[in-house]
């Protein structure tokens, strides 16, 4: 007998916004959803799917952080993908933040942290060494204040992707860490990796830079986890909001048609939603889903 079709249930679709306290943005939303019809779509093309046998269920792999005042003046947001199982994406939400934290505690606050994202993205890596055969995508995105003025930056390592929107317009805070990207691709044809004309995975994975996957990691190093650094931009009245989500997501969303769904909403949860409810209409929509929408102005 097959499962019963359920309705998706949308955590976080009934909360209200978080607001920050700390006044460095307006506050943010997040929604997140297993997706059960669409892997169950998935399973019917012959697809993998993520199926927990002994919680008799689809797994849920993707995990999230998202805290204000992660330290004085500092809020960060977080998404991880899990794949082969969910482990290394939920240890990331303790692990990250925890070494986050230790490296800022040790810094002066700055107008710019891209010498912090290497060291740490490394370290995290080396903390999650037990994990062999699973991993995760994560991108993480820091807001700031340093003497007055306010700033955001990402790091990225997979297809979780984050975009500011400026005036209307996307910027992208993040890469997409796939062989479909030539900058990739050509990255690990320096490293000497053999790879062909169609060949879109590597250590039968399908991002070339992600946390844990160890024993990939001992095969070749192209597969790494050396972040995506985004520039530091300075937030001014010009940046609504920010939206980051992973692949789950942006597979059927791209990020101008974000910005139209969520145009007219004024409140960081409704656009989560908004945005949860779209992906999750559409038949070629087969992944976890994790949105989160932060207010800036």
């Not at 947001?77 to 994406?89: L, P, T």
């Not at 059927?252 to 992906?279: C, F, G, P, R, W």
């Not at 209409?281 to 989160?292: A, F, G, K, S």
Request: aromatic share 8%; hydrophobic share 35%; charged share 25%.
């Amino acid at each position: 007998m097959g499962l019963e079709k359920k309705k998706p249930v949308i955590t976080g679709a009934d909360k209200p916004q978080i607001d920050d306290p700390s006044g460095l943005t307006v506050g943010y939303g997040y929604c997140e959803d297993t997706n059960v019809e669409g892997y169950r779509r998935k399973k019917k093309k012959g697809r993998y799917f993520a199926f927990d046998e002994g919680a008799g269920g689809y797994e849920m792999q993707d995990t999230h952080f998202l805290e204000h005042s992660i330290l004085e003046n500092v809020n960060l947001y977080c998404v991880f993908d899990g794949h082969s199982k969910a482990d290394c994406s939920a240890r990331l939400v303790d692990l990250f933040p925890q070494l986050l934290k230790s490296h800022l505690g040790k810094m002066t606050m700055s107008s710019d942290f891209t010498g912090l994202w290497l060291d740490l993205f490394r370290e995290i890596d080396q903390g999650l060494i037990e994990y062999e055969e699973s991993g995760a995508t994560g991108t993480a995105v820091l807001v700031w204040e340093a003497k007055g003025k306010k700033y955001i930056q990402s790091a990225n390592v997979g297809d979780s992707f984050a975009f500011l929107y400026r005036a209307g317009q996307p910027i992208w805070l993040s890469d997409a860490h796939k062989l479909s990207n030539p900058t990739e691709r050509q990255r690990l044809l320096d490293l000497g990796e053999e790879i062909s004309p169609n060949q879109t995975r590597l250590c039968g994975l399908n991002v070339c830079r992600v946390f844990g996957d160890h024993f990939g990691k001992s095969v070749t190093a192209g597969l790494t986890a050396d972040p995506h650094i985004s520039p530091v931009f300075e937030i001014g009245p010009d940046d609504t909001h920010m939206v980051l989500a992973s692949d789950g997501l942006w597979d059927v969303v791209d990020e101008n048609e974000a910005y139209d769904i969520v145009t007219n909403l004024t409140d960081a949860q409704d656009m989560a939603h908004s945005l949860m409810k779209t992906a999750l209409r559409r038949p070629e929509c087969q992944d976890n889903i994790t949105v989160v929408v932060v207010k800036l102005v």
